[in-house]
């Protein structure tokens, strides 16, 4: 049997470390199964011509993560990775499911766990099982803060408030700032969410034409002139579905007009923490009185931490927390707790690095398989927009990827208004723990779009 070496690419870290990274890496890749033996310390250490203690150093760093466990006179062996239950099952059996777009810490799910049951049962009372300001705990709103500082979004720990999720957040601020009728602009395809917010709170959706970054200024322009729109919702970065990035310069439009017609804006930054240091619409404001910003854990971190952040004009901090009060009065006392931790202990960075770098591998595999066909997805994007060349009908093109068990969502989920078409599906990267299975699925869209619609049922 060959012996597994791992591939140090990284010298800006320590070297057990790098060690511990490489073991990782190669067990989201497949390199590494469940129950494959890793070399003995002495024998890596050789052959990597580093010390015992390097080695050894990095199989505990790995054992504490949770991706190996030693057992004495036999070695030390890959455990079996937690797949967090995220894929759906099909009739007849075991589908694909690309439509959730989430990327589980699947590398570091053990260790997350067993941190969180740490830090629950070594926290004070307080924070966990009784009643908590509406806003949230001090110490958690400081840790918000500090996390979004992190990523380049600077606001006082007062102006930010903690919900119950990122959705949340929104139902939150909508639900406060604009009333049942009244009408919201938005992307042409935009967040589903936003089309089931909107549904909810009765409210009227516009969506305005895009280009490679996003919204077009002179769309926005001409509904502001034409339309009696009292809020604004928009994706600036990494955009759901399309992946959209927008320049300082079109942020600094976008903000401006929005400024300027007196339009609330709900800036949704949920990817950023993907594509750090980009500036929020808000820094473009000289007047931010009326711009609000929405991110949360969910899928920066870990999908069953409901926990997001919103940030408010500092006269709109008491109305919305209100608001917060006559919905869920709190954001989950543990959840906060156990994000707080995180946060302050370093592990929310090192769950987003490996987000980064494991959302960058599945790119690369996305963009060699779609290489022949149009598509939209930025390396940093945890989804592709993947245009259907005809003959194909969108429906068609889905149901086809249904029969090869590959589930994708098609445009018509994003549209914001029914004088919108867009001929595309969206492909989400993160659902699935392994790599080598995702290249599969991609594989057979791909194989699909290759070939001519084929009839899959007969309406009688």
């Known amino acids: 049997m060959t012996m597994w070496k791992p591939t140090l690419s990284n010298r800006e870290q320590p070297l057990y470390l790098a060690i511990a990274n490489a073991i990782a890496e190669d067990i989201s890749s497949g390199k590494l199964a469940d129950g494959e033996r890793l070399p003995p310390q002495r024998d890596l250490a050789d052959e990597l011509r580093v010390a015992l203690t390097t080695v050894t150093r990095a199989y505990t760093e790995a054992e504490r993560r949770g991706l190996v466990s030693g057992e004495v006179g036999r070695g030390t062996f890959v455990r079996r990775m937690e797949t967090f239950g995220l894929r759906r099952e099909m009739p007849g059996g075991a589908a694909l499911d690309l439509t959730v777009n989430n990327l589980p810490p699947y590398a570091l799910s053990r260790e997350l766990l067993e941190s969180a049951s740490k830090h629950l049962s070594n ?33 006082p720990s007062e102006n930010l408030l903690l919900t119950a999720g990122g959705q949340h957040a929104m139902a939150v601020t909508f639900s406060t700032i604009v009333n049942p009728g009244d009408l919201v602009l938005t992307d042409e395809v935009t967040y589903s969410g936003m089309k089931s917010l909107a549904n909810f709170l009765h409210l009227r959706l516009r ?17 502001l002139a034409t339309t009696d729109a009292k809020a604004l919702y928009c994706m600036p970065t990494l955009q759901n579905p399309t992946s959209a990035v927008m320049s300082e310069e079109r942020r600094k439009q976008i903000a401006s007009l929005a400024e300027s017609h007196g339009l609330a804006v709900i800036e949704d930054d949920s990817y950023g923490f993907l594509l750090p240091r980009q500036r929020p619409l808000r820094s473009f404001a000289s007047d931010a009185s009326k711009f609000f910003y929405v991110t949360g854990t969910s899928k920066a971190l870990a999908p069953g931490l409901r926990v997001g952040f919103l940030v408010s004009p500092p006269a709109m901090v008491d109305r919305l927390a209100a608001s917060l009060s006559a919905t869920t009065i709190m954001a989950p006392p543990p959840m906060a707790e156990v994000v707080s931790r995180w946060i302050e202990d370093g592990t929310a960075e090192r769950v987003m690095e490996w987000k980064r770098t494991e959302i960058r591998a599945r790119h690369k595999i996305a963009a060699s398989t779609f ?48 004088s919108t078409s867009a001929h595309a599906v969206r492909i989400c990267l993160g659902p699935v723990p392994e790599r080598a299975r995702l290249q599969s699925g991609l594989a057979a869209v791909g194989d699909i779009l290759a070939r001519s619609p084929a009839p899959y049922q007969a309406l009688v």
Not at 123 to 152: E, I, Q
Not at 379 to 407: C, K, N, Y
């Open 123 to 155: 926290g004070g009372a307080s924070p966990l099982v009784d009643y908590l300001p509406h806003a949230g705990h001090p110490r958690h709103r400081a840790a918000a803060a500090k996390l979004l500082k992190s990523l380049g979004v600077a606001v």
């Open 207 to 223: 969506g305005l034409a895009m280009d490679e970054e996003g919204m077009r200024p002179d769309a926005l322009e001409a509904a």
């Open 371 to 418: 290489a022949r066909f149009e598509h939209h997805a930025h390396p940093a994007s945890p989804h592709v927009w993947l245009t259907i060349p005809e003959p194909w009908g969108v429906r068609d093109f889905v149901a086809q990827a249904r029969m090869r068990g590959v589930l994708v969502s098609p445009a018509e989920d994003f549209i914001a208004a029914r």
